[in-house]
T-cell receptor
Framework: DVKVTQSSRYLVKRTGEKVFLECVQDMDHENMFWYRQDPGLGLRLIYFSYDVKMKEKGDIPEGYSVSREKKERFSLILESASTNQTSMYLC??????????????FGDGTRLSIL | AQSVTQPDIHITVSEGASLELRCNYSYGATPYLFWYVQSPGQGLQLLLKYFSGDTLVQGIKGFEAEFKRSQSSFNLRKPSVHWSDAAEYFCAVGLYSSASKIIFGSGTRLSIRP
């Protein structure tokens, strides 16, 4: 079974801090994704990566950056945290073959609160 | 533009009753379709997927879904729900892209009445 592990289940940070969310997958997947989930808005894609050191912006990249130095690890960075970034953050991974047929496998999420 | 609509924000059904969750998509070609479930405090788990062939697909936990091209729908069904089915359900469409991006609906929250 695919295992996607997010380093923290709950995180509390202060406004203006630099925040790192870490995600590791163990199935050698090429693609990795970061979403945020807010009530009534579903999942919104922040960034995704299709290879090491490769990244693309999703639908809501403002205020975020990402890093993928190794295939198994994908980090989400909040450069200067703000209260409107309080949310549930979900990491996912998938294989790249099949042009859209591949399901994404999700971690359990990090509930981030910015005070 | 591609989109996924789940018209029901919240549904309550009695335990043992049948269930149908609605999903409509907008996509230019035959879509790749998924249903995911999210239990409270958890990530999303894949229930089932449709790519081609038989339009009725079976998934885990006793769920099934039917693809109807004429209605652009992919509704999720279960003949008899259990209290453990209480969760949020997301319909999604996979995009033809090298990065296997998926567009998710806004979700339907399912509550079970004892």
């Amino acid at each position: 079974d695919v295992k996607v592990t997010q380093s923290s289940r709950y995180l509390v940070k202060r406004t203006g801090e630099k925040v790192f969310l870490e995600c590791v997958q163990d199935m050698d997947h090429e693609n990795m994704f970061w979403y945020r989930q807010d009530p009534g808005l579903g999942l919104r894609l922040i960034y995704f990566s299709y290879d090491v050191k490769m990244k693309e912006k999703g639908d809501i990249p403002e205020g975020y950056s990402v890093s993928r130095e190794k295939k198994e690890r994908f980090s989400l960075i909040l450069e200067s945290a703000s209260t409107n970034q309080t949310s549930m953050y979900l990491c996912a991974s998938s294989l790249s073959s099949g042009q859209g047929r591949q399901p994404q496998h999700f971690g359990d999420g990090t509930r981030l609160s910015i005070l | 533009a591609q989109s996924v609509t789940q018209p029901d924000i919240h549904i309550t059904v009695s335990e043992g009753a049948s269930l149908e969750l609605r999903c409509n998509y907008s996509y230019g070609a035959t879509p790749y379709l998924f249903w995911y479930v999210q239990s409270p405090g958890q990530g999303l788990q894949l229930l089932l997927k449709y790519f081609s062939g038989d339009t009725l697909v079976q998934g885990i936990k006793g769920f099934e879904a039917e693809f109807k091209r004429s209605q652009s729908s992919f509704n999720l069904r279960k003949p008899s729900v259990h209290w453990s089915d209480a969760a949020e359900y997301f319909c999604a469409v996979g995009l033809y892209s090298s990065a296997s991006k998926i567009i998710f609906g806004s979700g339907t929250r399912l509550s079970i009445r004892p």
